[in-house]
């Protein structure tokens, strides 16, 4: 099975600055086949379901701001969040899809400094 | 609106079974795989079961195999999980999700709100 780990566990970044939170796979997510690694982003706010950010590591969702970014390959994975807003103050999950079964990191938890 | 709108949960006595349900509305329910993913409230995200499109193709975590299955009616727009053999770790809030692909390999697009399971004696 395929073990996501984030990190940090907790953030608190200032308003306007920039959150980066980490996460890595047990083994590779990427297909050379199709040359996409199958890695989602979603974040989560108090008494809401998720909401998909990205996909395909670096794809960013409809409607999600564009200071909202992914990157990484293989087993390395970033999100970036270029410039903090309120709104943003959520518990963001990584998640392969890669294999069954699929897997969630822990979660990292986004404050405000 | 694209929904998706979980129902069945409730408090059951460890062994028993319970069904879980949901109703897609607002898209083309066979163009899309479909996916259970469960939350204990306060902790993270689990998956549990995925099926493609026609059911052709399921999946489970492997801590529910043999216990829990998932189907689909595609003339009814609706996500089951038969879920029998509970154990008081199967409580938590289980969301109806789609996956924005046919087969179950694709990023989590649509999350339902939840139908809660408690497990009790």
């Known amino acids: 099975d395929i073990v996501m780990t984030q990190s940090p566990d907790s953030l608190a970044v200032s308003l306007g600055e920039r959150a980066t939170i980490n996460c890595k796979s047990s083994?590779?997510?990427?297909?050379?086949?199709?040359?996409?690694?199958?890695l989602a982003w979603y974040q989560q706010k108090p008494g809401q379901p998720p909401k998909l950010l990205i996909y395909w590591a670096s794809t960013r969702e409809s409607g999600v701001p564009d200071r909202f970014s992914g990157s990484g390959s293989g087993t390395g994975f970033t999100l970036t969040i270029s410039s903090l807003q309120a709104e943003d103050v959520a518990v963001y999950y990584c998640q392969q899809y890669y294999d069954t079964p699929y897997s969630f990191g822990q979660g990292t938890k986004l404050e405000i400094k | 609106e694209v929904q998706l709108v979980e129902s069945g949960g409730g408090v059951v006595r460890p062994g028993g079974s319970l069904r879980l349900s949901c109703a897609a509305s607002g898209f083309i329910f066979d163009d899309y795989g479909m996916t259970w993913v469960r939350q204990v409230p306060g902790k993270g995200l689990e998956w549990v079961s995925g099926i493609s499109w026609n059911g052709g193709s399921t999946a489970y975590a492997d801590s529910l195999k043999g216990r829990f299955t998932i189907s689909r009616d595609n003339a009814k727009s609706s996500l089951y999980l038969q879920m029998n053999s509970l154990r008081a770790e199967d409580t938590a809030l289980y969301h109806c999700?789609?996956?924005?692909?046919?087969?179950?390999?694709?990023?989590?697009?649509?999350w339902g709100q939840g139908t809660m399971v408690t497990v009790s004696s």
């Open positions: 083994q590779s997510v990427f297909y050379s086949s199709n040359n996409k690694n199958y």
């Open positions: 999700v789609r996956i924005g692909y046919s087969t179950t390999k694709g990023a989590f697009d649509v």
